[in-house]
């Protein structure tokens, strides 16, 4: 079932809030059960996430998208407190390109950080910009055994968050991988 759309899909009117996705879904039993089973609620807005919007937020301006115009960047937080950013640099040959969370996760990585604690990636337009398939399994690379939350921003703040189990279940990761 569709949410309802509204003037202020993609404005966050609380902030970094859940937008419409959730709040109108959380009035439905299904829903309701979803989110409590894989998403976290931050309602009316949770202010831990100020830095990370604001760090991806400006990273999303130097975005390299000359062929999709879809600017999108990514702010990772690790357990020491940093915050690492990127953005999706595309190429004329389009397999080419790589996703704003490959470039945050290469900065964290840069850094010699190796966990994820959670997650923020920032787009425009109506849908949610979770991260693509690859990228899940990128994330759940440095999960650290845990299962970090995954934030979805727009311009006007953080839309949704998921943890990376919902987004990718019965993952295969170095855990499974023989000594
Ligand atoms: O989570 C996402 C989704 C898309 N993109 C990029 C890839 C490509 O450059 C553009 C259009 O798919 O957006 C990301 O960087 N992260
Ligand atoms: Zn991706």
Known sequence: MAAPRS????????????DA?????????HF????????LQNFPRDPTLDELF????????????PYSRFKVAASIR???????????VE?????????????AIAAMALAGERVIAEILIVGDGDALVTPCGACRQRIFEFAGGGDPR????????????????LLLPHAFGPNLMPP
């Open 91 to 103: 190429s004329a040959s389009f397999p080419v390109g790589t996703c704003a969370e490959a470039g």
């Open 32 to 39: 309701c059960d979803w989110i409590r089973r894989g998403t």
């Open 54 to 65: 604001e760090a991806a937020s400006a990273a999303r301006q130097n975005a390299y998208a």
């Open 150 to 165: 995954v934030h979805v921003a727009g311009p006007g703040g953080v839309r949704t968050s998921f943890s990376l189990r």
């Open 7 to 18: 003037p202020a899909w993609n404005k966050a009117p609380f902030g970094n809030s859940y």
């Open 78 to 88: 690790t357990p020491s407190g940093s915050i690492y950013c990127g953005v999706n």
């Open 21 to 29: 996705v959730a709040r109108y879904s959380c009035s439905l039993p």
